[in-house]
């Protein structure tokens, strides 16, 4: 019999799976969706698009402040429980969503419990989980993963624009409820480890510390070499993690493409139907984009166990600033709308990929959840601006001309950043 140097099957994709699942379920928290609800808000309470924008500011502001707490706990015990948790609270939220009669309640369940939900349960929790179990992999681990985000774009925007348009708003909040529950609650009981030493297993399925070396093995490794094998890794603590530059390189780069990222993603819609497109063709755009995504990300998962190469990493803010090229033809050609769609999209998957592999290859696996949840406020801080400063722009132009100006060179000084980024020093071993 022929040596293999792995196990028939690595438990790991199943981890793959059960986040994959869990990103259908976070896809609302994608404000492209959000967006579907400006008009009908607005006809029904008058509501400007700053004030329902501020809703997704306050949420995400509040998630990102709440992962520091949920970081530390994803080290030390695995997401199972965690994602349990927000995926009760999630669902309970959207119910009482669907009665909500005044602008306060809007930002109670949506700005700050749902986040809460989300911070529990979102992707920042599956990512690392995946990110735990994929070392050689991980890029394609990771894309895989996140195309759950874009399956539920592709499913949840046409049908929400029917619920809204034959039942009403109301009743899709409905739909957003019975999606935690089955989605993230149940695989997380049954599925979500840890990482994979926990079951005697090494990460990518590898039945050796050293898997170019051919061994006889029928599948796990012993407990003690997974523990060793890990305890190889690198710890971090915030403050020494704050103290290198890459550390925020990385963050200053992402922060910055996210504001413009989430400003374009949250104003999709509204954008697409001041162009005169009607729900129809709207909804359209928002499927194009998120089957723009979808689609790639494995490609970009691929090309993105690269990304030790500065060109490779940066190819996704690159593509962002020439979408937003595209978006301001649009303006005045709305045929370049679907260019730009088709940019944007594809481009956004890219991103999201290469900050998860970039966090995971710079500072290890064992400190992960801690260094990761250290950055997120300051990459939540300021994604939450984007589509607040989005619509404030538009409220004071009447136009979206300026924003997608700024949002040009945002995306060329982050991909700067990112190119001048290199691995940090490693702090001192410990057991």
């Known amino acids: 019999m022929r040596p293999r140097l792995r196990p028939r099957y690595f438990y790991g994709w199943n981890i793959v799976g059960a986040s994959f699942l869990a990103h259908i379920a976070y896809a609302e928290g994608n404000s492209s969706i959000l967006g579907l609800y400006f008009n009908p808000l607005h006809r029904e309470f008058g509501w400007s698009r700053t ?3 501020g809703v997704q500011t306050v949420n995400r502001l509040l998630e990102g402040l709440i992962s520091p707490l949920v970081g530390p706990t994803l080290d030390r015990h695995g997401p199972r429980a965690l994602m349990i948790a927000g995926g009760v609270v999630a669902s309970l939220a959207f119910i009482m969503l669907s009665q909500v ?24 929790v599956s990512n690392v989980c995946v990110s735990n179990w994929f070392v050689r992999r991980r890029g394609r681990a990771i894309g895989l993963a996140n195309m759950g985000s874009q399956a539920g774009n592709l499913i949840l925007v046409p049908l929400v624009v029917w619920i809204i348009s034959t039942w009403g ?21 049954l599925i979500m480890r840890r990482r994979p030493e926990d079951m005697g297993l090494l990460p990518d399925g590898d039945s050796n510390a050293e898997p170019q070396k051919p061994v006889q093995n ?9 523990a060793d094998t890990l305890l190889q890794e690198p710890v971090w603590t915030r403050l020494e993690a704050m103290r290198t530059a890459p550390f925020w390189l990385i963050v200053a780069s992402f922060s910055l493409s996210s504001l413009a990222v989430q400003g374009i993603n949250f104003s999709l819609a509204p954008y697409a139907q001041d162009l005169g497109f009607g729900a129809s063709i709207v909804a359209t755009i928002l499927i194009v984009k998120a089957a723009g995504q979808f689609t790639t990300l494995p490609v970009w998962g691929l090309i993105m166990d690269k990304a030790d190469s500065p060109i490779v990493r940066i190819l996704p803010l690159g593509l962002q600033a020439v979408a937003c090229v595209f978006f301001l033809i649009a303006l005045s050609q709305p045929g370049f709308v679907w ?29 992960l959840g801690t260094v990761r949840s250290t950055a997120n406020p300051f990459l939540v801080a300021l994604g939450s601006i984007g589509p607040l400063l989005m619509n404030k722009l538009f409220d004071i132009s009447g136009s979206y001309r300026i924003a997608f100006l700024l949002f040009i060179g945002i995306f060329l000084f982050s991909s700067f950043l990112l190119w001048a980024c290199r691995p940090p020093s490693l702090p001192r071993q410990r057991t």
């Open 169 to 189: 708003w109301r009743s899709s909040f409905l739909l957003f409820a019975s999606l935690p529950m089955f989605l993230v609650v149940v695989p997380a009981a």
């Open 218 to 226: 029928t599948g796990a490794v012993s407990t003690q070499r997974a």
């Open 101 to 124: 009669n005044a602008l306060w309640q809007l930002y109670i369940l949506r700005g700050a419990i749902i986040a809460l939900a989300f911070a529990l349960m979102g992707g920042f």
């Open 51 to 53: 004030v329902v924008a």
């Open 339 to 367: 260019l730009a769609v088709v940019a944007y999209g594809t481009s956004m998957s890219g991103i999201g990929v290469t900050q998860e592999v970039l966090w995971a290859n710079y500072f290890g696996r064992r400190s």
